[in-house]
């Protein structure tokens, strides 16, 4: 139908593009406001959180959900600056500014008041009206703070507090428990922390930090940016200025950072901030390169811009694409629109190519219609085999790179509406008027002749050295496989960054003059019907745990809920006369006297204890009135009670929301904490803080960390003691999970690509030896890059496990091109070493062309500081080298070795020797005479004695085979594409000596 429906009608009726041409292009024009606002509103959901890279299914994931709904303040945020002591006023000035922007700070300024539906809590930012937030210069001047934190404290603070509380302790031990998460090495160096009241991601937690740095700026710790005081114009030149030096040098700009910041929300802050600094810079070096690289194939500034413009909208619509289906963008996903861009150049020089040859055969009527017939199956192939790669890495449970592969995927497979619709349009309304009549493509670049003439050199040494050649390259196969299994995964935040990034030298001082930061929990779960330990003995086993863990190395703080009670040390004084012979035990009644004194202050250590059960609200045995009251405010359940105190005491939130006395509100709590003591589940929460720029192998520490703890609990049960477990959670584990589902993704996804390309190879080749035989140098590249990554122990991260699909699908282009002509000479009576000459001479110069557009088009990535889309880029580089060297150095190999004899034995079936090729549907030439090669024995299957052919190709020693002359003018011709077979002409003309050039210049690919 696609035919039929783009075959070039009689002269006086309209083709298809003549007819629909303006109206393809009005209707592209009004969905371009549509796409770049998806494209912009995908840009603003840029969303990074590494908690949220494996599937909700997963138990790692399900647990730390589970962890976060009973801690949802985990969110932590550390400051601190060069010289920030105990004794640093500026210390105080901090907190006290931070705490206007925090719950304690928005209720003593009676600012916006808090939702009832979610109890203690308040959002970010004010809500605004509808039009406010469409058009900002309508918004009014808000009137209120945002309120990012829950509370606000320093090491200072908690020092008094020790100090207030427990007079009897020691300075020494005060600093031994806070040492290594709150408190330095030096007992001096300290900081600021401030939980998050509620997670922050994208514009919030952009102005949350921005929030910061002001404030450190205003007090006194941040010396003023020279940005804030500069115009639009001085800072885009400055930041141009910036980006170059970046590039040379591979340094960043700027003096010594004073701030010092850490935390989760630092952390996807810093990936927020680093992909878009990729995809706002790099992503306009790689237009740049692309424009080059079109101009240099093209060599026509019309045509470029053409070109440029496609690839534009081709990227816009791919992101687009993750707006309008309700999905975020995310720093990998950020790599997606520069490699659609590159892809759409290369179909799109494709097509011009074989429109340009379309008007050079029969001129501009219905070349348009005829380019998009000749062009569709080959660049349609070539987009099907990239998407099945692309679209294996769906197959990934590391969320990024899943969405990834899907979309990027969908962009390739979208280009091709672009391709065969809009481009086509655009060169029916502007054509290519000089190229009609032409029979030739003028002189060439000096680049295309150094192609020619390196490609026609390396067939004739790649045939004569093919058995050594295909030896040696299996042999580098085989080693790349061998290197496989040694391949190690790593997705440490640190990692993703430069070691000159800002985040990297926050983390270096932070953990130099504090501690570690990475988070690591350990969850006691104790189950108060089968425990019978007291409150206090609870504490104890949670203070030995803890402990424990501490002794680790890797470790360098724990805090926990005995760190912030008294010494809590059993009383091994001897006891008196007095109380032998009244039979007191004094450890027995300072223990009771403890428990009750710690359990009274229960809601204090409510971020480190937390209890888990649920019921109906009957069970707490109240009087009926209050029962009934509760159910009719809808607080059915244990559960819904407790949601609705939120953090808040029961009896005052009663109190406040209903107006109940307070001997009416009481009984209410006292109810639901016997109800708790016997019934619900107390969970213990022990939080560690590892090294995040150490070399630590994670899972490895995770097992450590079980061989640490278990045997506490375990002396515990041997003691009668019942219903204690330990749950292990925090960003550690997810780490350690991810890594190993980035190993199990990189070879499900490579199978899944293989399988799918195989099965599209041996369609269009209607072989299965052929098919798998074509498939050994698209797997090339990457067994042999990825193995080699094995072997010399190079990590394998997010940026880098992307490119082996990738470049599988890419590559398959390559390898239907030079299959195709191979096969064409085969069916003309060449041997298979004349076929992979002549093969060379049709094809060689353009699978080079598309390599070089891909390549370097992806290649200035490497460029970046964010390392997972550096890694992509720089090996995206040299896998498509390597899939260049494959097709055209191992596979010609291949098929001059016996696993090529099969394409030699078959025949084509139910074709005529001038019916087309099946993959390019381009003319045929009848069958060819060959003259050997000095030292070749001469062949000819097709053409028998005393036959005359059509046209005569000459071998020369090391040359590849010359192609046909050109047309007589007059002679009416059929289109020919590009890379297509020559028409033939009396042998007479081809020994002419002036045709010469118009013989090469008649087949080369424009």
Not at 140 to 169: D, H, I, W
Not at 299 to 306: A, D, N
Not at 564 to 583: C, I, K, N, T, Y
Request: net charge neutral; aromatic share 10%.
């Amino acid at each position: 139908m696609l035919r039929s429906m783009f075959r070039p009608k009689a002269a006086a009726e309209q083709t298809f593009f003549e007819r629909y041409s303006v109206l393809i292009l009005v209707i592209t024009l009004l969905c371009l406001p549509l796409i770049f606002m998806g494209a912009r509103r995908a840009l603003r959901s840029n969303r990074n959180d590494v908690r949220e890279w494996l599937p909700s299914h997963f138990p790692q994931t399900a647990v730390h959900r589970w962890f976060r709904q009973h801690f949802p303040h985990e969110q932590f945020v550390v400051l601190s600056w060069e010289g920030c002591t105990l004794d640093d006023p500026r210390l105080t000035s901090m907190v006290e500014r931070l705490r206007e922007y925090s719950s304690e700070g928005e209720k003593s300024s009676s600012s916006p008041t808090q939702s009832e539906d979610s109890p203690g809590e308040s959002t970010a930012q004010p809500r605004r009206s509808l039009m406010a937030r469409s058009w900002p210069f309508f918004s009014p001047a808000q009137t209120s703070r945002p309120v990012y934190f829950k509370n606000v404290f320093s090491g200072r603070t908690l020092l008094e507090q020790f100090r207030e509380r427990f007079p009897n302790m020691p300075d020494e031990e005060i600093f031994r428990r806070l040492e290594g998460t709150l408190i330095g090495p030096d007992h001096r160096t300290t900081c600021v922390v401030a939980t998050l009241i509620h997670e922050l991601h994208g514009p919030e937690l952009k102005s949350m930090v921005a929030t910061l740095y002001r404030i450190a700026e205003e007090v006194g710790i941040q010396p003023p940016s020279e940005q804030s005081t500069r115009g639009w114009l001085s800072r885009f030149w400055y930041g141009f200025v910036d980006f170059l030096r970046e590039i040379v040098t591979g340094k960043r700009s700027g003096g010594p950072r004073v701030l010092h910041l850490g935390g989760p929300p630092i952390d996807n802050h810093a990936i927020d901030t680093e992909g878009q600094r990729t995809l706002y810079r790099l992503a306009a070096l790689s237009a740049v390169v692309g424009l080059a690289v079109s101009m240099a194939c093209l060599r026509s500034l019309r045509l470029t811009l053409f070109v440029f413009s496609l690839a534009v909208v081709a990227a816009g619509l791919g992101l687009s694409l993750v707006y309008f289906t309700g999905q975020s963008v995310d720093a990998v996903m950020l790599s997606m629109p520069s490699l659609v861009y590159v892809l759409a150049i290369s179909a799109s020089i494709h097509l011009i190519n074989y429109y340009h040859d379309a008007v050079k055969s029969q001129g501009l009527k219905g070349a348009c219609e005829k380019a998009v017939q000749h062009g569709f199956q080959p660049c349609f192939l070539a987009a099907l085999t990239t998407a099945f790669g692309l679209g294996s890495l769906s197959l990934s449970h590391v969320t990024p790179i899943s969405k990834f592969g899907i979309y990027a995927a969908l962009g390739v497979m979208t280009t091709l509406l672009l391709t065969f619709l809009v481009l086509p349009a655009l060169l029916q309304i502007f054509p290519s008027r000089k190229l009609v009549g032409c029979r030739n493509g003028g002189q060439g670049s000096g680049l295309e002749h150094f192609i020619d003439i390196w490609w026609r050199w390396a067939a004739g040494q790649i045939v004569r050295y093919r058995i050594i050649l295909a030896l040696g390259c299996t042999a580098l196969l085989i080693w790349g496989a061998l290197g496989l299994p040694k391949i190690h995964t790593s997705v440490k935040l640190m990692k993703f960054f430069s070691e000159d990034a800002p985040i990297v030298q926050d983390y270096a001082w932070l953990e130099e003059h504090l501690g570690p930061l990475v988070p690591m929990e350990v969850i006691l779960r104790i189950d108060n019907s089968r425990c019978t330990l007291s409150f206090v003995d609870r504490m104890r086993l949670v203070e030995r745990v803890a402990e424990a863990v501490k002794e680790l190395p890797p470790v360098g703080g724990v805090l926990s809920a005995a760190t912030f009670v008294p010494d809590l040390s059993p009383d091994s004084s001897a006891p008196s006369a007095f109380e032998r012979v009244l039979g007191i035990n004094r450890r027995r009644v300072r223990d009771d006297v403890l428990s009750k004194r710690l359990e009274a202050h229960r809601g204090a250590l409510r971020d480190y204890l937390a209890v888990e059960g649920d019921g109906p609200i009957e069970e707490l045995e109240l009087p009926q009135e209050v029962l009934q009251e509760l159910r009719a405010a809808g607080l059915s359940t244990i559960g819904s009670l407790k949601q609705f105190a939120g953090r808040e005491s029961i009896a005052d939130k009663l109190a406040e929301h209903f107006g109940w006395p307070e001997t009416k509100a009481k009984p209410v709590e006292k109810a639901l904490r016997q109800w708790e003591a016997e019934n619900a589940v107390e969970l213990w929460r022990i939080s560690a803080r590892v090294e995040a720029l150490s070399d630590l192998d994670y899972g490895q520490f995770v097992e450590d960390l079980r061989a640490a703890v278990e045997p506490v609990l375990a002396e515990y049960r041997a003691n009668k003691v019942e219903g204690i477990q330990a749950i292990y959670t925090g960003l550690v584990p997810l780490v350690y999970q991810v890594q190993h589902e980035l190993f199990r993704s990189l070879f499900n996804s490579l199978m899944l690509a293989f399988l799918l390309i195989a099965g599209v190879m041996i369609l269009v080749l209607r072989s299965v030896w052929g098919g798998l035989v074509a498939m050994i140098p698209n797997v090339f590249p990457a067994v042999l890059v990825f193995g080699a990554m094995g072997w010399f122990k190079i990590l394998v991260d997010v940026g880098t496990m992307m490119t082996a699909s990738v470049a599988m699908g890419v590559a398959v282009d390559d390898t239907i091109h030079f299959l195709t002509w191979f096969r064409d000479g085969l069916k003309r009576g060449l041997s298979r070493a004349h076929a992979v000459r002549y093969a060379y001479s049709r094809c060689a110069r353009a699978m080079t062309q598309t390599s070089l557009v891909a390549g370097l088009g992806l290649a200035v990535f490497a460029f970046s500081a964010f390392t997972p889309t550096q890694r992509f880029g720089s090996l995206m580089l040299v896998l498509l080298a390597a899939a260049l060297f494959g097709d055209l150095v191992y596979y010609p190999a291949i098929l001059l070795s016996p696993l090529g004899a099969n394409f030699s034995r078959r025949s084509p079936k139910s074709r005529e020797p001038d019916s087309p090729p099946t993959t390019t549907g381009e003319t045929v030439l009848p069958p060819v005479a060959v003259a050997a090669a000095p030292g070749e024995e001469f062949t000819s299957k097709s053409a028998t004695p005393g036959q005359q052919p059509a046209a005569e190709v000459l071998l020369g020693k090391g040359s590849s085979v010359l192609p046909a002359p050109s047309h007589t003018e007059g002679t009416p011709t059929e289109e020919v594409g590009r890379n297509s077979p020559a028409s033939p002409l009396p042998l007479a003309r081809l020994l002419t000596g002036a045709h010469w050039h118009r013989l090469y210049e008649r087949i080369r690919p424009h």
